[in-house]
């Protein structure tokens, strides 16, 4: 098995989710028969964090099969480097830069509410900053 094989599980499942939270922030966003665009900063930033990840998996990878921490086999790579890192190392940046904020997307925002706290903003006629 290649890295390439191994990689393309991984992309594709970052890919799968990627889409998925792609299609539900456009739902949440955009008022049904709108036609309402969002400003692309979302892409942008991914676009940023996946270039960022890329210099420091250059370099820190170089480094560490310059000092012998690990190597890779030529018969499971496809041969093309940058420096001493194989570009099949690239593919968990990437996977990375697309997974990670898309699941940030799809995910709830981690805080669970008890029934007093709901109850007691209600009673005291309070919204949070959520509106809620």
């Given at each position: 098995?290649?890295?390439?094989?191994?990689?393309?599980?991984?992309?594709a499942?970052?890919?799968?989710v990627?889409?998925?939270?792609?299609?539900?922030?456009?739902?949440?966003?955009?008022?049904?028969?709108?036609?309402?665009?969002?400003?692309?900063?979302?892409?942008a930033a991914?676009?940023l964090?996946?270039?960022?990840?890329?210099?420091?998996?250059?370099?820190?990878?170089?480094?560490?099969?310059a000092?012998?921490?690990?190597?890779?086999s030529a018969?499971?790579?496809?041969?093309?480097?940058?420096?001493?890192a194989?570009?099949?190392?690239?593919?968990?940046?990437?996977?990375?830069?697309?997974?990670?904020?898309?699941?940030?997307?799809?995910?709830p925002?981690?805080?669970?509410?008890t029934?007093?706290q709901?109850?007691?903003?209600?009673?005291?006629?309070?919204?949070?900053?959520?509106?809620?």
């Amino acid at each position: 098995m290649t890295y390439w094989l191994l990689n393309a599980a991984f992309l594709a499942a970052a890919a799968a989710v990627a889409l998925a939270a792609v299609l539900v922030r456009h739902r949440r966003r955009t008022p049904a028969g709108t036609g309402a665009r969002r400003p692309h900063t979302a892409g942008a930033a991914v676009v940023l964090t996946l270039l960022a990840l890329c210099v420091l998996t250059a370099v820190f990878d170089n480094i560490m099969i310059a000092a012998g921490l690990f190597e890779y086999s030529a018969e499971h790579t496809s041969g093309w480097r940058i420096g001493l890192a194989p570009l099949e190392d690239f593919a968990y940046v990437l996977a990375a830069a697309l997974l990670l904020p898309a699941l940030w997307t799809l995910l709830p925002a981690g805080r669970q509410r008890t029934g007093r706290q709901t109850a007691g903003k209600q009673a005291a006629g309070r919204k949070d900053a959520h509106g809620e």
